[in-house]
């Protein structure tokens, strides 16, 4: 069965603090996904990556940074976290092809005090 | 650049009861299209995918959407709502080439007994 895991399910941190998201995924995807839900906005990609140690930005980049450094684990990075950060973070994984079908993790509720 | 719009933000039906939940595209060609749900805490799955062939697609859980080109839409319906139906549901959108979704804002269901 696909997985796509998330480190935390809650986190709570303060303003100022660097945070860090981390995606694992065990389908041997090449590429990985980081979005934000927010309600009313669905879902807004944040940045994306299709091959270890490439990124591109997505739609609302500002005060995020990613990390892959293995194929199978992509790191969302808030350097220094604010309350407008506070949202649901999901991540996922595709193969690569034209089926384009995405594969998510649970999420992780970060709010920011 | 593509875009998703969901017109409703909530919907209520009773169980039992038919519904359709109302999802248009603007892209410039023929897109790939997806239903996505989201139950509560969780993160998303995908419930069908439209890719080419015939317009009207079958998916999980009993959901069927059709996919009709004139009117740059992809509704989804299911014939009788069961209380487990009730989530949120995200049509997606991507283009033939490349990796990425465009979301729309997603539609609230709620049943009622």
């Known amino acids: 069965d696909v997985k796509v895991t998330q480190s935390s399910r809650y986190l709570v941190k303060r303003t100022g603090e660097k945070v860090f998201l981390e995606c694992v995924q065990d389908m041997d995807h090449e590429n990985m996904f980081w979005y934000r839900q927010d309600p009313g906005l669905g879902l807004r990609l944040i940045y994306f990556?299709?091959?270890?140690?490439?990124?591109e930005k997505g739609d609302i980049p500002e005060g995020y940074s990613v990390s892959r450094e293995k194929k199978e684990r992509f790191s969302l990075i808030l350097e220094s976290a604010s309350t407008n950060q506070t949202s649901m973070y999901l991540c996922?994984?595709?193969?690569?092809?034209?089926?384009?079908?995405?594969?998510f993790g649970p999420g992780t509720r970060l709010t920011v005090l | 650049a593509q875009s998703v719009t969901q017109p409703d933000i909530h919907i209520t039906v009773s169980e039992g009861a038919s519904l359709e939940l109302r999802c248009n595209y603007s892209?410039?060609?023929?897109?790939?299209l997806f239903w996505y749900v989201q139950s509560p805490g969780q993160g998303l799955q995908l419930l069908l995918k439209?890719?080419?062939?015939?317009?009207l697609v079958q998916g999980i859980k009993g959901f069927e959407a059709e996919f009709k080109r004139s009117q740059s839409s992809f509704n989804l319906r299911k014939p009788s709502v069961h209380w487990s139906d009730a989530a949120e549901y995200f049509c997606a959108v991507a283009a033939r080439y490349g990796n990425k979704l465009v979301f729309g804002a997603g539609t609230i269901l709620r049943v009622k007994s």
């Open positions: 892209y410039g060609a023929t897109p790939y």
């Open positions: 996922a994984s595709s193969p690569t092809g034209v089926t384009n079908e995405q594969f």
């Open positions: 439209y890719f080419s062939g015939d317009t």
């Open positions: 990556s299709y091959d270890v140690k490439m990124k």
